[in-house]
C-alpha cells in the first residue's frame, strides 16, 4: 500500500501571496487531515476533511481553508501569506477519521519571506 | 479543555543508557494517547498508543509508556539507548477517534556515543 504524499517538499513565497499544498491520502483511507508545525513547536490541527466536507477546524483564520477530491486527495489554501504562516505542514490520512490509523505524510516546507 | 505538556524540551543521554521523556496530560475524561517520533526533515511516524487495554503500552524499536491516570501521566521509556534514537519526540492527545490531535512542544533526544 502507498503511503500519504505531499506536494512539493519545500516552498518559497512571498508576505501576501496565495500557496496551495497537495496531499495523497493513504489507498483505502477517506479522512484526511491538515496540521501546521513552526519551528520548535508541536503540530497543531488545521482542519479536518471528510467525504469532501470539513470535519472539524482548529484556530485557524479563514484564509486556511481546504478541499478534498472524489478520490480522498487534499489540497490546503492559504492566502494573504504572512511571515508567520512560515512552516512545515503535514498531511495525514485516516479511515473514517480513526485517529489510531493516522498516517503522516512527510510534510511541505513553507518558507514566506 | 485537553492540553499536553512534555517536560524538558531536550535531553541527552549516553549510549546503552536508560531514556525517560515525560509526557502529562489534561483531560476531563479518558483520553487517547500517543507518542510520535520524527526525524530530521521528515513526518511524523507513530511509535506507540493507548488503547486503554493495558496501563503497559509497548512500541516499536524498544519504546514503552505507561499510562498513570493517578498522575495523568504517560511517561516514554527506553532500557538502553541507541545513536539511532537521536530525533524530537511527540506526545499527543485526544477524547475520540474522530477527533484532532493535541501536540505537545516535543522533546529533542540526543544520544552520545
Known amino acids: 500500500e502507498t503511503g500519504v504524499t505531499q506536494s512539493p517538499t519545500h516552498l518559497i513565497k512571498t508576505r501576501g501571496q496565495q500557496v496551495t499544498l497537495r496531499c495523497s491520502s493513504q489507498?483505502?483511507?477517506?479522512?484526511v487531515s491538515w496540521y501546521q508545525q513552526a519551528l520548535g513547536q508541536g503540530p497543531q490541527f488545521i482542519f479536518q476533511?471528510?467525504?469532501?466536507?470539513?470535519?472539524g477546524r482548529g484556530n485557524f483564520p479563514p484564509r486556511f481553508s481546504g478541499l478534498q477530491f472524489p478520490n480522498y486527495s487534499s489540497e490546503l489554501n492559504v492566502n494573504a501569506l504572512e511571515l508567520d504562516d512560515s512552516a512545515l505542514y503535514l498531511c495525514?490520512?485516516?479511515?473514517?477519521?480513526?485517529?489510531?490509523?493516522?498516517?503522516f505524510g512527510s510534510g511541505t516546507r513553507l518558507t514566506v519571506v | 479543555a485537553q492540553s499536553v505538556t512534555q517536560l524538558g524540551s531536550h535531553v541527552s543521554v549516553s549510549e546503552g543508557a536508560l531514556v525517560l521523556l515525560r509526557c502529562n496530560y489534561s483531560?476531563?475524561?479518558?483520553?487517547?494517547l500517543f507518542w510520535y517520533v520524527q526525524y530530521p526533515n521528515q513526518g511524523l511516524q507513530l511509535l506507540l498508543k493507548y488503547t486503554s487495554a493495558a496501563t503497559l503500552v509497548k512500541g516499536i524499536n524498544g519504546f514503552e509508556a505507561e499510562f498513570k491516570k493517578s498522575e495523568t501521566s504517560f511517561h516514554l521509556t527506553k532500557p538502553s539507548a541507541h545513536m539511532s534514537d537521536a530525533a524530537e519526540y511527540f506526545c499527543?492527545?485526544?477524547?475520540?477517534?474522530?477527533?484532532?490531535?493535541?501536540f505537545g512542544q516535543g522533546t529533542e533526544l540526543s544520544v552520545k556515543p
Open positions: 495525514a490520512s485516516s479511515l473514517a477519521g480513526d485517529v489510531y490509523g493516522y498516517t
Open positions: 483531560s476531563s475524561v479518558p483520553p487517547y
Open positions: 499527543a492527545v485526544t477524547l475520540n477517534q474522530g477527533g484532532k490531535l493535541i
Open positions: 476533511y471528510y467525504r469532501e466536507e470539513e470535519n
Open positions: 489507498s483505502g483511507h477517506n479522512t
